[in-house]
């Protein structure tokens, strides 16, 4: 028997134009200026301010949602291939505490080199574990040491690596152990959670770069034509600048790739797609690596713009604001059908969601309600969208 190229079979569900598929398509547009609209005049005429529309407030509203935007972006490849990630804020807490952890003993390593020598003097134990003092050496010996850039490109790469590693852990207890995503990403929740919090001792993770390292999270590219006040112009920040073009990557690699192919064919149907030829476990792997890797990129950030970890609170509910972009965003949960622009108008949503009931003076503890019923309200609009298709 020979198998059918992958290549050739028509992967993608037929687009028809009809009351269905337009609502899938402009819904979330729609929703995004309904809700900036309502909130406008609500804010006009029930607190009589008129910040919400103005571009510094706009802009803050991107700045907060772009780290968990970032993270969004990888669950929307994930949601499509069928599978789910409740794992993504316990990794951003675990990345970002290890970069930062990495850093300092990089940039502390004569220190701790010493206090662990004049604890051997005094026939004492050393303050610090073994793994570090083995770290804070290997950096001396290498030159890495003490060098504030150096220590900061270290933590970048060590952020992005351990959410990539995370990842791919994922994947492959999904792909080759066959743990349902569910199950697979639970235990990541609480592993990575448990780790964060056992490496800080359930403290947080306090940066020792006070100047290279904030720059990443709290600077940006300036528009000298767009004037907030008197001697004031526009920044826009590398977090908001980092999530478009992001999202324009990884649009070409949904839209444009075999790779983004096979994601949809096999979130639409795994048998078929096996039966195609395709690797879907390579496809799980890689897949679960990407969002892994967009965990450390947020996580980078995330750590960069307050210079710190809290490792119990870091990340907390990003796996809920991510799944409720994808899901607002269009993606359908089942897996299939999707797009990245649907998760940023996803993303813009909850932002100014978010930003209304500030407004709105709306407790905090009752922004999370508001949430579950935005998830519901769209998986509700995909049904009926999908029965009038």
Known sequence: MTDTPATDLPLLPRRRFNVGSILGTLGPLVAL?????????LERYLTGGSRFLTIENQLNILRQYSFVG???LGMTFVI??????????SIVAFAGGLGIWTMNTALTASTIMKAHGRAIEREMDSPYSPFRLWLAQTFSDRGLAESESTAVWIAVVTVLL????????NGLLIAKGKLAPFIATLGGFAAYRSLALAMADGGEYRSSSSKLFPILGTKGIEVPWIELGPNRVMTLPWSVIIFFGLAIVLSIVLNRTRYGRYVYAVGNNERAARYSAIAVDRIKIITYTLIGATCGLSAMLLSSRMNSVASSTTGQQYELDAIAAVVIGGTRMTGGAGSIWGTVIGVLILGEIGNMLNFLQVSPYLQGLVKGVIIIAAVLVQRVGRKTA
């Open 70 to 72: 970032i993270v969004a």
């Open 162 to 169: 351990a959410g990539m590693l995370a990842g791919l852990i």
């Open 33 to 41: 200026i309904v809700i900036i609209i309502v909130t406008a005049i």
């Open 80 to 89: 499509i291939s069928g599978g789910i990630d409740l794992s993504v804020g």
